[in-house]
């Protein structure tokens, strides 16, 4: 006898979660001129500036999880939109450095307030931004994020399962 259709997997959820997630700060954020990605960018700008720090566009990549290329990329358009400044690292040539503009700032801290909204209404499912559950929920992510994933080679010898 079946047992049914199974559930979703962890897998599943986890990407409808972010696509819904992506979809409502893009929405949220469009009347500023900025896209999920764009923010992603401005507000981690926004914070290294907090903490001193004046990253380079790899620096920026690795600490949002976006390519290279595509935050060269995304750092370009900003710049146009007159929201970014980008100069060369004078300790290293071929670095690129990344600063909020003052209209940079200023749509930063709007587009802050904003995604703080959206992600109090994500969270009250869980009891809200500082409830335990939230808390909880906030550092499984973080060990997904941290634990390393590595995809299998097509038709390695190592790979479990695999048919000839």
Do not use: C
Not at 6 to 12: A, E, I, N, S, W
Not at 41 to 68: C, F, I, K, W
Not at 107 to 120: D, K, M, P, S, Y
Not at 135 to 148: C, G, H, M, S
Request: hydrophobic share 40%; glycine share 8%; no cysteine.
């Amino acid at each position: 006898m079946s047992k049914g259709t199974p559930g979703p997997t962890p897998g599943f959820l986890v990407w409808r979660l972010a696509n819904k997630w992506r979809v409502a700060v893009d929405r949220a954020l469009a009347p500023l001129g900025l896209t999920h990605a764009q923010y992603s960018l401005v507000a981690s700008l926004h914070g290294m500036r907090g903490a001193g720090e004046r990253p380079s566009q790899r620096r920026l990549a690795d600490h949002t999880g976006l390519e290279a290329l595509y935050v060269s990329k995304l750092a370009r358009a900003l710049e146009s939109a007159g929201l970014i400044e980008r100069t060369r690292d004078p300790r290293d040539p071929r670095a690129v450095q990344l600063a909020l503009t003052e209209q940079g700032q200023a749509v930063t801290q709007q587009a802050v307030e904003v995604v703080q909204q959206l992600l109090e209404q994500l969270l009250e499912p869980l009891g809200g931004l500082d409830a335990p559950r939230t808390q909880a929920f906030t550092d499984e992510l973080t060990a997904l994020l941290d634990a390393p994933l590595v995809p299998p080679v097509p038709n390695d010898q190592n790979t479990k399962g695999t048919s000839p």
